[in-house]
C-alpha cells in the first residue's frame, strides 16, 4: 500500500484547521458499515465515532470534545465526503492541499 491522501480543512464555523486522511477503501467499507444500523440507517454517532477514530487524524478529537454541534456536523461531514469521493474542492469549501504524492482519479 502506498500513501494515503491527506487534506488539511478549515471549517467555515470556528475558522480550526484540521486534517484529514483517506484510510484505505476497506476501511471506508468498514467505517459506512460500522454506522449503519439492522436496517441500513445511518445512525450520526456511530458515523461521527468511526470518522473521529479513522478519519481525522490531527486534532485527535471524539464527540464530546467540540462544543458546537455546527461545527461537528460540518467537520464530520467534510471528512466523510473526503474519504468517500463527494467532495469537489472546486467551491472553495474547506481548505486546499492535497498532500503525500499526486493526486488521483478514480
Known sequence: MGN???KKFTS???EAEYTFQHPGVRTVSKIKDAAMNKHGVVLEERLAEEVLKHVIVSPKMKIDDF???KEYTEVINAAYAF???QDDDEDGAGD????SGSKEES
Open 4 to 6: 494515503f491522501k491527506q
Open 83 to 85: 474519504i468517500s469521493g
Open 67 to 69: 462544543d458546537d454541534y
Open 96 to 99: 486546499d492541499n492535497q498532500q
Open 12 to 14: 467555515k464555523t470556528k
